[in-house]
């Protein structure tokens, strides 16, 4: 049983245009979630976080939000860039628990 | 200022044998967490260590064991190995009792069972 869903296994975006990632969770024992990036060959490198008391949270080019009632959260990358492509995990856990819960990933391909 | 460093970096095994795989934290880092991805997957929890000792473990058999070192670094072991143990094994560190928290990355090691 999936707890973190990423049901779009790929996204093609124009250089410039907006991506946005999207992510749906069950357990509503989470209450923090993040986002990580991974080139090929590499480890996955964290890009932006959010606690479940908050429903956005912005950090440059990068916004996260969250609808709770919804378990669902999305990333927006505004503007994209050729260095965005990449795969995207949004991750999630709680405070009981040492361990993140990860989706399988969205591989984000920016078009120039 | 040297990240997540994880050896092997690629390694071939047969079915039944045994496997050691090792990582050093980031600097400043204490806690070490073990991922297994598949491909076509996300990272999968293993387990966490902290303190030397095993804080949490993920839906994974006695197969997988680890340990930390008093320096931090820890190892992943799996025995008797299946073809369904191959992956990439990432290792993670972070600090404190947090350390599920923002979590720093290795590149992996990357496991074939042949």
């Known amino acids: 049983d999936q707890q973190v869903k990423q049901n779009s296994p790929s996204l093609s975006v124009q250089e410039g245009r907006i991506s946005i990632l999207n992510c749906d969770y069950t357990?509503?024992?989470?209450?923090?979630f993040l986002w990580y990036k991974k080139y090929p060959a590499e480890g996955p490198t964290f890009l932006i976080s959010?606690?479940?008391?908050?429903d956005k949270n912005e950090d440059g080019r990068f916004t996260v939000f969250l609808n709770k009632s919804a378990k669902h959260l999305s990333l927006h990358i505004v503007p994209s860039q050729p260095g965005d492509s990449a795969v995207y995990f949004c991750a999630a856990g709680w405070g009981g628990a040492d361990g993140l819960t990860f989706g399988k990933g969205t591989h984000l391909i920016i078009q120039p | 200022d040297a990240g997540v460093t994880q050896s092997p970096t690629h390694l071939i095994k047969t079915r039944g044998q045994q496997v050691t795989l090792r990582c050093s934290p980031k600097s400043g880092h204490d806690t070490v967490s073990w991922y297994q991805q598949a491909l076509g997957q996300g990272p999968q929890f293993i387990f966490q260590y902290y303190e030397e000792e095993e804080r949490q473990r993920g839906n994974f058999p006695d197969r997988f064991s680890g340990h930390q070192f008093p320096n931090y670094s820890s190892e992943l072991n799996v025995n008797a190995l299946l073809l369904g143990d191959s992956a990439l094994y990432l290792c993670a560190s972070g600090q404190g009792n947090s350390g599920a928290n923002v979590l720093t990355f290795g590149a992996g090691s990357r496991l074939t069972v042949l």
């Open positions: 357990n509503s024992m989470f209450d923090y």
């Open positions: 959010i606690s479940s008391i908050k």
